[in-house]
């Protein structure tokens, strides 16, 4: 029986470990692996498929449905004039470096964190720091395996050196291609992989092109993100919105990056799953009407004053407190950067693990009002999982430019902006008459007058006379016969303005990764089992239900139960293999499965059934359709373990299941 | 108070009406209409996102679910040689013909499809049958306006003529390039838009290719279905099944063909969501376990042969009988085609317009061994919108040849198969001393015999020699001394086979698009309001709230109940604009929302509330929690209308809200 206090940590985490259950349980394995595989492609197994879909479904009731956003499904296959104008084709795109002697293609912004972290490891070596030599060699040696970066070797390194490498390594995200290049040659940065110099960064522009039609006429690209698919159907949305702001739109879909050199699994990838919603706002009032939800809601920033000067240091503040401040630039990006802190806790990501890193002035894009990422810790680093932007009007206003349609909002004023304005009125047939050739010419001048302007010749006026200047610098006198300068009254009921938008982007694939690291253990009697402690919301199954053995005389009760959890909204699975009830859970402890129910000889003649949970292995015990509820509750969550415990008894029975 | 018998067939099917409102509702609509949209590319809005999310929920549920199928989610950009090992490079193609003066594209097929269908109406109408007369001027008035064929006009055909159109139209899947090409010189098919003679077909691969990775050295299509990221994981897919077959995996996702000349709305599109289930099987056992819960089903049938005879009579059978006659080839394929008939009525679609249209011999892909597609009616004719084929080892095998990885099942014999077979063996010593240099030519004519010439072999040397030809001609006299022949005892325990894989294919976006049509209709009264009669199941909102007004003393109300409503799984939307309760009904039948509850002031007095049903506007009220109840059940599907009816009272109060 199991009564084991849980300790999560007894074992440290092993990358290699769980990289080995992930491929062996065929969470995701390398796309086209028998044809040698393509760098950057995964498939994902049953267990991730499952998983990803909780993750999606959660996703959508934390977000779309919660704050009924319109959701859309758009397409991938996109016209290239349509990322000409959104800037893509220009600017979409990375720095890369080539091996001088091999032609090998390297990132290179990659290329100077990888070499620079090496040797701060290897300096970290060479002084004998205890933990942080053995940390860097386990770490090195990880990292040579996978090929993402330099060996490092115990060689010191000055102090002032160490201080420029990591200050570098702050700034990393804000260096430009020739910066880049710089760096390489002031460093002495080759390629880890040869030895060899680099050249010159280059620009590679990292959408996949292909073209449309049988004529080969019109080029096009995959999206590399459903980002323009929003912003193209938004006068339909505003319309389906019946003309309101604010509102959001939100889209779940696969996106393509052809990235240079992706050797990071899951991190790294080119084709993704992501989320993205588009939140449109009135540009004069960023406030958000469920601010005061969120308010107290505590972060970790890392904002980008600390970053230009080099350091990494955590601010801990409430969103309150960061929009009042003016750290966080508005209420409604506050409101979704705590929004996207809620979700990303609620299934399952470590908070200490999780900060938001603003975006430096260089790193943002120009038209960018504040931008922020959630980077989440893994074995890796800090890894960008979430972008929250605020775009401004940009992305409606240079479709708007491209293609003419108003991409705006029009609201009716509740009370119409009266103004009055002075319009001059020019006596057509004296003006040409005294002007002949040049009447265009001088009522161009008096046209081009501001208010204060037409306010001051109107005053002349009416003493006798005044004088403009034409654009060639003569100077012409104009009278009351020639022309009369009034004040005239404007009304405007209508109010014409092109939405901002807060983008909140979320790429699937690396939550979902980070997630099973966070979720991954062993047991502390045995480093062999392998646990994913997933919450059941985004468990790929929830409850595992195993019969004493595959004899038919459990074939009425396993039926029952499962009828019975699936009339429920809960997914269970029935595992009946010949091997022992213990190896069975310890199987399905490795896929994350949160609650077992073990059907035996009891079962059949007292309907009994014993409740198992995955953390703890404890199990109690109860009438069938007790334990049915207790563990439906269990999956939705509207109790947890311990008042589980209190509901049921233990179950201390004679039969080992552990 | 409505009482109205619904008449849904009062008005007939009107596409434009139905267009009209998918467009302004956005259901769906043209990609990239901002930039002139591009054809075959289709942006779903919030109901029709909503509506496909719902049949691939419901897909999930019947199939994934109920069957226990292994999900996947696999990566849509291929390299290169996977699509060449299946065939897609070389055949994945269409034939296209081109305009010899303009150089338009035209695809071969529909080119003859459309201008004989035009005759055929053109020859209706000079015969002056009614109404077919009349359907054939409208049908052609829409065709011309969407620009999928010729305008017919009023010719007056020979009956053999008639006869003959008619039976290439039945057999037009059956034709290669080359004999489009004569059906166009021999019936004088010219391009309608131009008038112009069309060129010799020419193939056309479907694949949009790109290419991966910075150095554009690794050519890519994206997938045109996703059946090869099934096979190409079947190892790990078996392994995950223990090892066991028959099982299946499935798989939801978007795949692409560069269509010629898209012209059909989303019946032909460039860009598609599809679901493929692959389902492995033991070549020599194609039963299937669950068969007995479909065998009475009963599906209406076109079958090979009454299409090769240039017919298209429908017959009625149930799939006991058609797999039992040998109509359909084995009982797993008879099983899908019961369960895809299920699913497609499950969900909405017309049973009395769906059938099961077998593939012709040429039509049919050379491995398959049997294919029939469902094909469900519509203002375009019959469209196919699933495929089901038995595709028998070809795809695994193909994968397998090319990448050397077995891609089979291995099974421990309970009984090892104990075979005894005759075996030569040489005396090698004297062989080579009686055979020379033609040593190796003799041994080869011995092992070359099987096991009958073995054996008459063994007898005559029994009696002294016996002969052998060598492959050059020559006869060898061979002795006791020289080869001996023995029986010998072979035990095999494994069984290893590449099982047969059958594969229904979904094309959810037709599907889609086809049950709209099956589910509008315009009340009787009013041909301007139109109803979407979608199931519960898969209407985009299942529930709209509707207060009398935005007053603030409804928000409590609207509140409890949306909550309950959400907490009972059901989704609700709230309707609180400005409008009388009636208008507001009306626009949610556009976007098929079953049900719907007003709250009033007697809801705030007495807690009651009224619950009014789309298709018959009939109206019931009970106390709040009593009408969440009865919703609640109306929309899992529990309990149906006239169940409701009688266990709560109808409204006939004074309000009228329709």
Request: contains cysteine; aromatic residues 8%.
């Amino acid at each position: 029986m199991a009564s084991s206090v849980v300790n999560k940590t007894a074992h440290a985490f092993d990358k290699g470990r769980l990289d080995a259950l992930l491929n062996r349980r065929f969470f995701f394995a390398p796309a086209f692996e028998i044809y040698g595989g393509v760098a950057g492609l995964y498939d994902y197994g049953p267990p991730g498929s499952s998983l990803q879909a909780n993750i999606i479904a959660e996703w959508r009731r934390h977000f779309i449905i919660e704050e009924h956003m319109l959701e859309l499904d758009t397409t991938i296959m996109t016209p290239a004039p349509v990322f000409e104008a959104s800037g893509h084709v220009a600017r979409f795109a990375d720095w890369m470096v080539k091996d001088t002697k091999t032609g090998d293609v390297l990132r290179a912004d990659h290329l100077v964190k990888g070499v620079l972290e090496a040797r701060l490891a290897g300096d970290k070596e060479a002084r004998g720091l205890a933990g942080a030599a053995a940390d860097a060699e386990k770490d090195a040696k990880r990292k040579k395996k996978s090929k993402t970066a330099a060996t490092p070797s115990a060689v010191k390194l000055d102090d002032a050196v160490v201080k420029e490498y990591e200050s570098i390594l702050a700034q990393l995200d804000n260096y430009s291609g020739p910066e880049l290049g710089q760096l390489c040659r002031k460093h002495a940065i080759t390629n880890p992989d040869t030895g060899n110099e680099v050249g010159e960064p280059q620009q590679f522009n990292l959408m996949f092109a292909s073209s449309i039609g049988p004529t080969g006429q019109h080029p096009g690209y995959l999206r590399p993100e459903t980002a323009q698919g929003h912003f193209l159907n938004f006068s339909r949305l505003l319309e389906f919105n019946n003309g309101r702001v604010p509102f959001a739109s939100a889209h779940i879909g696969r996106a393509f990056r052809n990235e240079i050199s992706p050797r990071a699994g899951l991190l790294r990838v080119r084709e993704f799953t992501m989320a993205e919603i588009e939140h449109y706002v009135d540009p004069e009032d960023k406030s958000h009407a469920r601010f005061g939800e969120v308010r107290n809601v505590r972060l970790a920033l890392l904002d980008r004053h600390i970053q230009a000067a080099g350091e990494t240091t955590i601010q801990h503040m409430t969103v309150g407190e960061a929009v009042d401040k003016g750290v966080i630039a508005n209420a409604t990006l506050g409101y979704f950067l705590a929004r996207i802190y809620l979700f990303l806790v609620k299934i399952g990501i470590t908070p200490e693990r999780l900060r938001f890193r603003q975006h430096m002035s260089n790193e943002m894009a120009h038209y960018a009002a504040d931008c922020w990422d959630a980077e989440i810790q893994n074995s890796s680093g800090w890894t960008e999982c979430v972008g929250c932007a605020d775009r401004a009007a940009y992305d409606l206003s240079v479709h708007t430019a491209r293609t003419g349609h108003q991409l705006v909002v029009r609201q009716a004023l509740k009370e119409p902006i009266v103004t009055e304005r002075a319009v001059p009125e020019f006596n057509k047939k004296n003006f040409g008459k005294t002007f002949g050739k040049d009447t265009a010419a001088v009522q161009l001048a008096v046209t081009n007058m501001n208010e204060e302007q037409l306010l001051k010749a109107k005053g002349e006026l009416e003493q006798g006379s005044t004088t403009v200047v034409s654009t060639d610098g003569r100077e012409h006198k104009l009278t009351p016969d020639l022309l009369s300068i009034e004040r005239k009254t404007f009304k405007q009921s209508i109010r014409e303005f092109t939405p901002n938008v807060i983008e909140p982007s979320f790429g699937l694939g690396r939550i979902l990764y980070i997630l099973l690291e966070h979720t991954f253990w062993c047991r502390e009697q045995d480093i062999e089992r392998g646990v994913l402690s997933l919450p059941p919301a985004v468990a790929p199954t929830k409850v595992l239900i195993v019969p004493l053995s595959a004899k038919e005389e459990f074939d009425p009760l396993v039926q029952e139960v499962s009828t019975k959890l699936r009339r429920a909204g809960v997914f269970s699975r029935v595992d009946d293999s010949n091997t022992s009830i213990g190896k069975r859970y310890a199987r399905n402890d490795e896929l994350g499965t949160p609650f077992g129910l073990t059907l035996d000889f009891a079962s059949v003649q007292n309907r009994t059934m014993t409740l198992r949970e995955r953390d703890t292995t404890q199990q109690l015990i109860g009438d069938i359709d007790a334990v049915i509820t207790i563990v439906t509750e269990l999956v939705q969550g509207t109790i947890d373990w311990p008042a589980a415990c209190k509901r049921l008894p233990a179950y201390d029975g004679v039969q080992a299941v552990d």
